[in-house]
C-alpha cells in the first residue's frame, strides 16, 4: 500500500507473513502505523504569472518584472524553486539580453534590463521566457528617442495654474 499526502494518522493493521515453502505462517494481529504529516514539495511548474514587462518602451528606460510561479490551474505555485531562463531578442532574433537562475519562494526577478534598439523607428523586441516545460514569450514595442527642442525661451510657472508648454520636433 502506498501512502500519500495528506494521508498522516495512525492506521491499524493485521500482518500475515508466509515462508516461501509455504509451510510457516506467521500473524501480528494490532500493528499500527503512524503516517506523519509531510511535504512532498511542490508540483510542476504549469505556468507563470508576468508583471512590469510594459507593451510600449521608450529606448533607454528599463524594464523591471516579477515573474510567479503558476501551478497548472494558474494558482501560486507555493514554494516552487526550479529553474527559469530569460531571452530578450530584437526584431532580427538577435539576442540582446539572456539570462537564468532559479525561483526563489515562486518568484523570479527580472531587471532592470535597459532597451535600446530603437533606431529612428519603432522596433518589436520579443522577450521569451521558459520555465520547466513552460515558454511563453512576449512582444514589447521600442520607441526612439525623439529630438524635442522647446518653442519659448523662458516661461513663468505659478503654483496650481495650468500652464502650456511648445515644443517643435
Excluded at 516461501?20 to 508540483?43: H, I, K, Q, R, S
Excluded at 535597459?114 to 514589447?140: E, F, M, R, Y
Aim: charged share 10%.
Amino acid at each position: 500500500y502506498t501512502f500519500t499526502p495528506p494521508m498522516s494518522g495512525y492506521y491499524y493493521f493485521t500482518l500475515e507473513a508466509t515462508s516461501a515453502d509455504g509451510l510457516n505462517t506467521a500473524t501480528e494481529y494490532d500493528f499500527y502505523l503512524n503516517v506523519p504529516e509531510t511535504t512532498v514539495g511542490t508540483g510542476p511548474i504549469g505556468g507563470f504569472t508576468i508583471g512590469g514587462i510594459p507593451t510600449d518602451i521608450v529606448a533607454g528606460n528599463s524594464i523591471t518584472a516579477a515573474i510567479l510561479a503558476d501551478d497548472a490551474s494558474g494558482n501560486l505555485l507555493d514554494g516552487y524553486t526550479g529553474p527559469i531562463s530569460v531571452q530578450i531578442s530584437d526584431s532580427q532574433n538577435n539576442t540582446i539580453y539572456s539570462t537564468s537562475g532559479n525561483f526563489t519562494s515562486s518568484q523570479f526577478a527580472l531587471g532592470p534590463v535597459t532597451v535600446d534598439d530603437a533606431g529612428t523607428s519603432p522596433v518589436t523586441d520579443t522577450i521569451t521566457i521558459t520555465a520547466g516545460s513552460v515558454t511563453k514569450s512576449l512582444q514589447i514595442v521600442v520607441h526612439p528617442v525623439s529630438q524635442f527642442v522647446a518653442i519659448q525661451d523662458s516661461l513663468n510657472v505659478t503654483n496650481e495654474i495650468p500652464f502650456d508648454l511648445s515644443f517643435a520636433a
